[in-house]
């Protein structure tokens, strides 16, 4: 008490604490605003690869999407959920249970808040921007899944068809009796689908083949004239800033 | 007239009575010199920890919440203070992160008599509590020698409530067992 009497020690003003649970509040916020943009573009990312059309293709299917997977941002993404999670220790609702339960909720919330947003515009928006800094994070945060062919049939042959895919390649698809296809599934000129298997330069040893899910037709198309119209208008746009 | 509670005093100070600070010094002073003699166990600075404790609790006193209870509070002050303690003598590991506090326990019940407890753990608790590990020792000593509940203790240490129950009940086995081997 003497201390106090004499001045030595000082209470801390309201504001000093007012400022404090603002600035934390402030970068509660940030943090999960950055968990949901970075959760939103892994969705993004896999859905415009493809890769949520090669886990339909069983194990083969499993390690093209895996190979597919944004793991630096899955990474980044697991950090934020982790530093949220320190962020909220400090209320009861938080440290009276156990912390599986806080994570699971932080990460059940950033999930579904991440989906809603990659279901908006805002990646396309993106995507497309002149920010170099901003074209480079989507290009390499989209990985096309390995051994993840998709594309148009062109036409059928006796060993199968040929497809062509968006940037122009023409394989041969070989179709043998171990190839796996839906029930009931009959390749016709003109369909969009999805080839997993080996390939080189000319051929496709198919294990499995499905129509393609009809969301992806416009980015998967080969020579589209929408997508040609989109291609030109964006290189115009880019001569007239230049 | 009753007198006044521990919130409205603490209450009283934050409106600029510092005077009355001093009656929360009278009442929580041989709380806070039991509390941080049996928590430090080997560690000799206990009046110089006690006095830290009151002077954070004054320099904190706006960050108090008038609605809650005042004990917790002064209690969690004097936990990290505790803490902070031990980490510069070093003699003790405090752990970063518990792995006590990452899944969920089965619900341990807590004892509602605690007296009988106490004393058939009383020549354990008096003889063996600084053999107990940091993590076991504050439940422990919150527990029996604070007349703590299950949820004012995971106020306190800031953990969850099943995990302070599992703590007391391994704490207690390791008493016995330390107290047989003696």
Known sequence: ?242 | MTDPTDEAIAQRVQNGETEAFAQLVERYEPKMMRYIRRFLAHYEDTQDTVQDVFIKAYQNIQSFDASRRFSPWIYRIAHNTAINVIKKRAREAVPFFDADTLFPHPVAKQETNKLAEMNELKDALDSCLDKLKLTYREPIVLYFFEDMDYKSISDIMRIPVTTVGVRINRAKKQLKKLYGEK
């Open chain 1, 1 to 242: 008490m003497n201390a106090i009497r004499d001045g030595e020690t000082s209470m801390h003003s309201k504001w000093h604490f007012k400022r404090k649970t603002l600035a934390a509040t402030a970068g509660l916020i940030l943090a999960a605003l950055t968990t949901l943009l970075v959760i939103s573009l892994i969705i993004f990312a896999l859905r415009q690869s493809g890769a949520w059309e090669a886990a339909a293709f069983g194990t083969t299917g499993a390690r093209a999407f895996f190979s597919a997977l944004p793991w630096i941002l899955i990474t980044a993404a697991l950090i934020f959920i982790i530093i949220i999670e320190i962020m909220i220790q400090r209320f009861a609702f938080a440290y009276h249970r156990p912390v599986l339960y806080s994570i699971a909720l932080i990460t059940g919330i950033t999930l579904i808040g991440g989906y809603t947003v990659a279901q908006t515009s805002i990646h396309d928006k993106l995507e497309k921007t002149q920010n170099t800094i901003t074209q480079k994070i989507y290009t390499k945060t989209i990985k096309k899944p390995s051994q993840l062919h998709m594309g148009q049939i062109t036409n059928l042959n006796e060993t199968g068809f040929k497809m062509k895919t968006k940037d122009k390649n023409e394989y041969k698809v070989i179709i043998t009796p171990k190839t796996k296809t839906p029930k009931q599934f009959e390749a016709k000129p003109r369909m969009m689908i999805s080839v997993i298997g080996p390939h080189t330069s000319t051929t496709i040893q198919a294990y499995g083949i499905r129509p393609m899910n009809k969301k992806l037709h416009i980015r998967f198309k080969p020579g589209d004239k929408q997508t040609q119209k989109q291609i030109m208008k964006h290189r115009l746009q880019r001569i007239r800033t230049q």
